[in-house]
């Protein structure tokens, strides 16, 4: 077990639709990354928050956006959803922006119909 | 940007074999470079990572190695278990920016 929470497991959902995916990072960690693993694509970086500021942006769609609360809990929204953004979405943490070890939370796996 | 590439993507051998990933990298400024252990379905999960300070480090069967002037770096795994098989990816990234960039990883079977 990394420390790292993510809910839900598991989420089915329609095209056309919003969901919202949810991280809880280590205890102390004060950095939260998103990053997308589809079968076509393998591990693609989306965005990085910093104690509450979005620190680095990656390739992430217009159509999707996360924050990260004062309680350093993060959440990505993922909306107008496609059969493409079928994927596994992983939620990893780290102490600091330094070069820091990154901890993967379980992940949640999107199923787009 | 960063790029990764990984090879092989496939790689097979006998239990008690050893086996080698490669990765090169293309920003020069990389100076972090994990690799990460993923089996099916679940989360990948850090081995063993080197810094750009450092030419190898060891952790039991595990070893990693790096070249900064080739730009390159890779994994050693010694005497392989049937648990070693999953899919292995290595990573990069650069002072000022944190996020990993991926390798495609490599399946590594180990046939008992």
């Not at chain 1, 809910?7 to 939260?32: E, F, N, Y």
């Not at chain 1, 004062?70 to 994927?87: K, M, Q, T, V």
């Not at chain 2, 390159?72 to 290595?90: G, M, R």
Request: one cysteine or more; glycine letters at 8%.
């Amino acid at each position: 077990d990394s420390g790292v929470t993510q809910t839900p497991k598991h989420l089915i959902t329609a095209t056309g639709q919003r969901v919202t995916l949810r991280c809880s990072p280590r205890s102390g960690d004060l950095s939260v990354y998103w990053y997308q693993q589809s079968l076509d694509q393998g591990l693609q970086f989306l965005i990085q928050y910093y104690n509450g500021e979005e620190r680095a942006k990656g390739n992430i769609l217009e159509r999707f956006s996360a924050q990260q609360f004062p309680d350093l809990h993060s959440e990505l929204n993922l909306s107008s959803l496609e059969l493409g953004d079928s994927a596994l979405y992983f939620c990893a943490s780290s102490s600091s922006t330094g070069t820091d070890t990154q901890y993967f939370g379980p992940g949640t796996r999107l199923t787009v119909l | 940007g960063e790029n990764v590439e990984q090879h092989p993507s496939t790689l097979s051998v006998q239990e008690g074999d050893s086996a080698v990933i490669k990765c090169t990298y293309s920003d020069s400024a990389s100076n972090y470079f994990p690799w990460y252990k993923q089996e099916l379905g679940k989360r990948p999960q850090l081995i063993i990572d080197i810094r750009s300070n450092v030419g190898e480090k060891k952790d039991q069967r595990i070893a990693v190695t790096l070249n900064k002037t080739a730009k390159h770096f890779s994994l050693h795994i010694t005497e392989t278990q049937p648990e070693d098989s999953a899919v292995y990816f290595c990573a990069a990234s650069r002072a000022g920016r944190r996020a990993l960039t991926f390798g495609s990883g490599t399946r590594l079977q180990v046939q008992p």
